[in-house]
């Protein structure tokens, strides 16, 4: 089995910046690619930002880009989301996710494995 766990979640203020970071452990999965997704209260799940096993590939929510950076280390099998520039309404709970191919996709229902999510509240 294959563990995601976010970290990097908080407290800031709008106009600040935080950076998350997704481990992966246990069982092997490369080659594979990784997402972020977010779900603030009340809402449905909702894709940000995803990138493909090599990195060369990578697609963002209208909402983020310009402000979000996804990036990752397979060396040290961890996925990184850059936010700068955050507003109230990127407040929501942020999950990193995996699946079994190289390709990058923002559909949640191709990944194979998510985190248990970490808070992200931006106050105004």
């Known amino acids: 089995q294959v563990q995601l766990v976010e970290s990097g979640g908080g407290l800031v203020q709008a106009g600040g910046s935080l950076r998350l970071s997704c481990e992966a452990s246990?069982?092997?999965?490369?080659?594979?690619?990784m997402g972020w997704f977010r779900q603030a209260p009340g809402k449905e799940r909702e894709f940000v930002a995803t990138i493909s096993w090599s990195g060369d590939i990578t697609y963002y929510a209208d909402s983020v880009k310009g402000r979000f950076t996804i990036s990752r280390d397979n060396a040290k099998s961890t996925a990184y989301l850059q936010m700068n520039g955050l507003k109230p309404e990127d407040t929501a709970v942020y999950y990193c996710a995996a699946r079994r191919t190289s390709v990058a996709s923002p559909l949640p229902s191709v990944y194979d494995y998510w985190g248990q999510g970490t808070q992200v509240t931006v106050s105004s």
């Open positions: 246990g069982r092997t999965l490369s080659p594979h690619a």
